[in-house]
């Protein structure tokens, strides 16, 4: 054979060609089970291996290997296909054999009118197990399996053999590794006899199931079942057919066993071609009236004389039917009725649709309305608290002027909104000017730098960082920034690359200071000094009583800021020269001036001191809440303080009468950080943005 015939693509039988073999070929394979070893001693037939002995036959009488069964074809044809077992077999074999000798020799005929297929199912059921299902034929239109053919004409050619159950295919497929075998085979075997691999159904092999559909077989009610195998019986069906016309032939062939109309249970089913003469003679037949109840059965004569002496329901037969006539009227009525309520229930349930889509349309234009309410109210609280805050710096702005301790209210410059940098995706922590350019730290762990002269656009986004950016300072031509993610990286300012990167603290970096080539990084109760070149740690100053979120460095001073402390450093030492006690909480900023050390309170405060003799002069109130950044501005005669509240608003201080001369209000949230450089101050706040004040 050669490998194409292999891989299933045969070409088309000619029927001239297949001759009949009359030498018994020899058995092949061994069997576990005595009947079927008695059968291969019988008739030296063939039997495969992993599955029950199953034996075909041709037209001349003698035993051949070939795919046939014995007694019931359907059920022995599927339990032999799919049951490895000798007990199985031999109980299909004992139920087929004792079913053909009760019923004689004439094939198909069965007692109480039980098809081939109902006593299949029959004994399925009396086992405890459903009876599997036979492969499909190759007409797939057919509404049941088509039990497998019985005998064969002629010799069926070797290419049309499975290699695994070496029978003629039945439902071929061709499996993944390109071979053919029967649906069954497939998934009893699971290995492919060839290859040795595992099998798959890809698709029928339509090619082979149109040359199986032209062999000529015998009638299955044309042969009976003997010792030696299946037959032609000289008084069943005379006709041959094709494999692909067999079932049409078999539904309307006159040898099929039918069963007596009158009496199913009660006579023997009989050949199609004698049911005429058999109902001709059949004692069973009913009373007409048997319809109202009439019992009688008898054969046509005995009939006649009931009806025409016995039958008490002749007489009323007429009362009977017009009965019978508006009992059906009435069952009509009540279809259409039933047809109506069925029709009424599904407008119900429409109506019901309706209305839910209603309701639901209804409840989200409520939660619209209830949404902008609240939009609404929180617009009017919003106003309301900025026309307070307008009220409390007109009345402080009277009450220091009439308390007769500072001068006259000078007029200060008025700053204004010029515009926004947006392009951060959460709020902005930090801010610094270098030059013309501004640098911005963001909740979205990126680092943008601004241009603030020309194209007033994002010129660089610098990522590197996982967390939150919280701070960040500048020395030489080196950004150093701090995060939540506790380190601090380091940034070359000409080519906006990250050249180093140091696990600074176990907490977050809250604050950067630079000064004397040292870098300062606040964190949890603690300080840490670096080497500005080397990124080295010099020192870590502890001891401190509560989150360090504040530094500010002068040529010879550093201000640290935590829970009510201002502690100052000699940088010369590192080591703590004067303790400054502060109310309101922890210190979230601190500015220094010539004059003055101003720090900013979690309780809405600004203290100031003197910044020679370190004396407290003043608490500036007016903000609502935490005072999160300070920036100054320095003119001779004119210094001007800025603070970022969490109440949304930036004040404006003048720090030689200590008022506040101005409070600018446009960001939607918190003002968090500031940033002031040749007269402008830069505000970042937690609506994402960065407003430009002049």
């Known amino acids: 054979m050669s490998m194409r015939q292999k891989k299933g693509t045969f070409s088309r039988v000619d ?15 061994e069997t576990s089970s005595p009947r079927s070893a008695e059968r291969i001693r019988r008739i030296d037939g063939f039997v495969p291996p992993a599955v029950n002995p199953v034996r075909n036959y041709y037209a001349d009488g003698e035993a051949k290997p070939y795919e046939g069964n014995r007694g019931d074809p359907l059920a022995e044809f599927q339990q032999l296909l799919f049951e490895d077992s000798s007990e199985g077999e031999e109980e299909v074999a004992k139920d087929g054999i004792g079913a053909l000798q009760r019923h004689g020799s004439a094939p198909g005929l069965q007692r109480h009118g039980s098809t081939l297929s109902d006593r299949a199912a029959s004994r399925g059921a009396s086992s405890g197990r459903d009876t599997p299902t036979s492969p499909r034929p190759v007409s797939a239109a057919m509404e049941e399996p088509e039990p497998p053919p019985l005998l064969f004409v002629d010799r069926p050619p070797e290419q049309l053999r499975c290699s695994l159950c070496r029978r003629v295919f039945w439902d071929p497929v061709i499996v993944k590794c390109g071979h053919t075998y029967c649906r069954g085979c497939v998934r009893a075997s699971k290995l492919c006899a060839v290859d040795s691999v595992p099998m798959s159904v890809v698709v029928a092999n339509l090619a082979v199931s149109e040359q199986i559909g032209e062999l000529i077989v015998r009638c299955r009610f044309g042969v009976r079942d003997t010792p030696d195998g299946w037959v032609s019986e000289p008084s069943g069906c005379p006709l041959d057919v094709r494999v692909s016309g067999r079932r049409a032939h078999e539904e309307a062939c006159p040898y099929r066993p039918v069963p007596c109309p009158n009496n199913p249970q009660g006579c023997d089913p009989v050949q199609a071609r004698h049911l005429a003469d058999h109902i001709a003679s059949c004692t069973h037949l009913g009373c007409p009236n048997g319809r109202y109840g009439c019992p009688f059965r008898g054969d046509n004569h005995a009939v006649g004389l009931h009806l025409a002496e016995d039958c008490k329901l002749e007489s009323i037969k007429d009362y009977l039917q017009i009965f019978e006539d508006k009992m059906e009227a009435m069952s009509v009525s009540l279809a259409d009725k039933d047809r109506e309520i069925a029709s009424l229930r599904s407008l119900v349930i429409n109506t019901s649709e309706k209305v839910e889509r209603l309701e639901k349309n209804s409840g989200m234009k409520l939660g619209v309305l209830e949404e902008g309410q609240s939009t609404l109210s929180q617009d009017v609280l919003d106003t309301r608290r900025d026309f307070a805050l307008l009220n ?8 220091r002027l009439n308390s007769g301790v500072v001068g006259q209210y000078d007029p200060q410059q008025i700053f204004k909104c010029k515009g926004t940098f947006v392009g951060h995706q959460g709020p902005v922590w930090c801010l610094l000017v270098h030059g013309d350019l501004l640098f911005s ?19 660089k986004s610098l990522d590197g960082h996982a967390g939150i950016v919280l701070a960040l300072a500048i020395f030489s031509n080196k950004l150093y920034s701090g995060s939540a993610d506790c380190t601090i990286i380091q940034w070359d300012l000409d080519t906006y690359e990250a050249t180093n990167t140091i696990p600074a603290h176990d907490n977050p970096v809250c604050t950067l200071a630079t000064a004397n080539h040292m870098l300062f990084s606040g964190s949890l109760k603690s300080i840490k000094v670096w080497d500005i070149n080397s990124m080295k740690l010099k020192k870590e100053i502890t001891g401190l009583n509560h989150w360090v979120r504040a530094l500010h460095a002068t040529e010879w001073l550093l201000y640290s800021g935590s829970y009510q402390t201002i502690k100052v450093w000699d940088l010369s030492k590192l080591e703590c020269v004067r ?13 220094v001036t010539p004059q003055h050390i101003i720090c900013g309170t979690y309780e809405n405060s ?18 609502v809440g935490t005072v999160y950044a300070l920036g100054v501005i320095q003119a001779p005669g004119n210094t001007r303080v800025f603070s970022a509240s969490y109440d949304r608003s930036i004040r404006v201080w003048n720090m030689e009468n200590l008022i506040c001369t101005q409070t600018l209000l446009r960001h939607q949230g918190s003002v968090a950080c500031l940033a002031v450089n040749r007269g402008r101050v830069y505000s970042g706040g937690v609506d994402s943005t960065i407003k430009v004040w002049q």
């Not at 029927?15 to 394979?29: G, L």
């Not at 409390?392 to 009450?399: L, T």
């Not at 303790?579 to 500015?591: E, K, N, P, T």
Request: glycine share 6%.
């Open 392 to 399: 409390q710096e007109v009345s402080h702005i009277n009450a």
């Open 15 to 29: 029927k001239s060609t297949i001759t009949n073999h009359n030498a018994a070929e020899p058995a092949e394979w």
């Open 441 to 459: 730290g963001s909740s979205d762990q990126q680092i943008k730098v601004w241009d603030t002269t020309t194209t007033y656009k994002c010129a």
């Open 606 to 623: 600004i203290s100031v001191w003197d910044a020679v003799t370190y004396a407290q002069k003043e608490t500036l109130t007016g903000h």
């Open 579 to 591: 303790v400054l006690m502060a109310s309101g909480g922890s210190v979230y900023c601190i500015a």
